[in-house]
C-alpha cells in the first residue's frame, strides 16, 4: 500500500524559510519512472504544482517560484523534502506531497496524495 | 504560461449524468487527469489520461476529450459524487503541471 505524510511547521513568519517533508511507503524513489511532487493549496483555491524530483534526482520546479524552492531526497529515509525561502502570507496554504506516475503513453499523473499539512504565514 | 478553465460550480439530480468540462490549449496535446476533492480531504484521482481508471473508482467517472476541451462524465451520480472536481495537463510552454480552478458539483 501506497502513502505519504507530510509534516512540518504549522505556521511560520514572513522571511523565514519553510521547510516541508515528505514522508512514504509503498515504493521506492530509486524505482525507474518513480517521482514524487509537492503541490499547495491556498485556502479557498485551486490547487497549484511546485515542484518534483525523480528517480534520477532530476528536479523540476514551478517556473513562478523557482528561485525560491529548492527539492531533495532522501531515498534511504524513503524522504523527499521541499524548502521555500522568504515566505510570505500569500504562501499560506495546505501543501501536498503525491507520488508522480509516468505512463507509457507519455503523460505524468500523481496517483496517491498525502493529507497535506497546512502551513499559515504571519 | 498555459491555463485549465472550468466552471465554478455544477449541479446534478441524484441518479442523472453530469459532464465536467476543462477548457485549455494544453488538451490539444496532452491528455487530462481528474481529481476529486471533499471538503477537508486530498485530491484523490479518478481518471488519467485518455480513459483511465484507479481500479478503487468507480466505473460511473469516465474522461473524454475534444479540440481545447476535455471532460469527466458521471453516469448516474450519488451522493458521495458531492466535491471539487479539477482538472490537470501539461503546461505548453514549460511543460510542468497545471490545475484548473476546481468544479464544485452539487447532487440534488
Known amino acids: 500500500q501506497v502513502t505519504l505524510r507530510e509534516s512540518g511547521p504549522a505556521l511560520v513568519k514572513p522571511t523565514q524559510t519553510l521547510t516541508v517533508t515528505c514522508t512514504f511507503s509503498g515504493f521506492s524513489l530509486s524505482t525507474s519512472e518513480m517521482s514524487v511532487s509537492w503541490i499547495r493549496q491556498p485556502p479557498g483555491k485551486a490547487l497549484e504544482w511546485l515542484a518534483r524530483?525523480?528517480?534520477?534526482?532530476?528536479?523540476f520546479y514551478i517556473t513562478s517560484l523557482r528561485t525560491r524552492l529548492t527539492i531533495s531526497k532522501d531515498t534511504s529515509k524513503n524522504q523527499v523534502v521541499l524548502m521555500m525561502t522568504n515566505m510570505d502570507p500569500v504562501d499560506t496554504a495546505t501543501y501536498y506531497c503525491?507520488?508522480?506516475?509516468?505512463?507509457?503513453?507519455?503523460?505524468?499523473?500523481?496517483?496517491?496524495w498525502g493529507k497535506g499539512t497546512t502551513v499559515t504565514v504571519s | 504560461s498555459s491555463e485549465l478553465t472550468q466552471d465554478p460550480a455544477v449541479s446534478v439530480a441524484l441518479g442523472q449524468t453530469v459532464r465536467i468540462t476543462c477548457q485549455g490549449d494544453?488538451?490539444?496535446?496532452?491528455?487530462a487527469n481528474w481529481y476529486q476533492q471533499k471538503p477537508g480531504q486530498a485530491p484523490v484521482l479518478v481518471i488519467h489520461g485518455k480513459n483511465n481508471r484507479p481500479s478503487e473508482i468507480p466505473d460511473r467517472f469516465s474522461g473524454s476529450s475534444s479540440g481545447n476541451t476535455a471532460s469527466l462524465t458521471i453516469t448516474g451520480a450519488q451522493a458521495e459524487d458531492e466535491a471539487v472536481y479539477s482538472c490537470?495537463?501539461?503546461?505548453?510552454?514549460?511543460?510542468?503541471?497545471?490545475f484548473g480552478g476546481g468544479t464544485m458539483l452539487t447532487v440534488l
Open positions: 524530483i525523480d528517480w534520477e534526482d532530476d528536479e
Open positions: 494544453s488538451f490539444r496535446m496532452y491528455y
Open positions: 503525491a507520488r508522480s506516475l509516468h505512463s507509457p503513453k507519455g503523460y505524468d499523473y500523481m496517483d496517491v
Open positions: 490537470s495537463s501539461r503546461d505548453t510552454k514549460d511543460y510542468h503541471p497545471l
